[in-house]
């Protein structure tokens, strides 16, 4: 049954799920919003029993109170990911990078990150490779292909008119206002300014639209299975970017405690905080569970590999001085 604005309603009304949802929100108070809507969620399913609802729409919802309160720099692509292009660097080199990084807009930059010029997208960039493009000899038919010539190919990316703008915002901003901003002009690219006026991160809609629906993969993306690989005996070799919970399944350990949870994401981030700066390559953090982590591969400012090796429950000291706190 609908009513009269199209909406699906079941059982009686006073038991429809959507209209106390509305009356939660309508109360113009945040606190305890979350723990209401769960205990709505509950009240309903115990009174519609018959009435299937999904535990993705029920994610969704809650997502949604938590990215009324999420601000931009939670949600950001770390300076040290971006993966951009320099404005002078050749059209041939931006078809390399767009194969690479599999990704569909790039920043552009003048000499450092710190200089985002505008972004480039991948559709305006295969336009540019149709319109120079004249068709290829002995093409077969139905498959005319391209020929681009050389020359074209060396033209920089500042010179092929290809920039579009991009949005310059302060990591405090709200996440919410960010998205209605993108819907609203069209730029769905945010590059996040520090106090001094540096390249903080980035942000595209689909970071924000995955704060709502969850995880958008595509097939460029890498999952979690392939960050963390068993090397044999006890042994694993990781990404630095893989995420801690996934570690934490893996292994069936606990690596941070529950009140420092928010302060590391990746295993990365976890060795950061036990070593309390960035490792070199070759050394090995001890953790208090008896997983030892040797890097790898690094750099000044990021742990990029490592090795995981689990140690025997008896091999363990009583003290782990790298431990986090």
Known sequence: MTDSNGNSSSGPRGNSFWRKLKALLAGGSDKGLRESLEGAIKIHAAQNPGEAFGQEAKSMMLNIIEFSELRVDGAMVPRVDIV????????????????????SRL???????????GMVHVKDFMGWLTAKGGKRK???????????????LSTTVRQSGLHREVLFVPPSMPASDLLVKMQASHIHLAIVIDEYGGTDGLISI????EEIVGDISDEHDTDDESLIKPAGDGVYVADGRVDIARVEELLGVDLLPDEDEETADTLAGLVFKMAGRVPARGEIIRHGSGLEFEVIESDPRRVKRLRITAKKV?????????APD
């Open 84 to 103: 951009a292009i320099e404005d002078q660097a050749t059209m041939r080199e931006l078809m390399q990078r767009f194969i690479e990084a599999g990704h």
């Open 107 to 117: 920043p552009v930059y003048r000499d450092s990150l710190d200089e985002i010029t």
């Open 138 to 152: 002995n093409a077969k038919p139905g498959n005319p292909g391209l020929s681009i010539a050389a020359s074209e």
């Open 206 to 209: 689909e970071d924000l639209k």
């Open 314 to 322: 008896d091999e363990l000291t009583q003290s782990a001085p790298n």
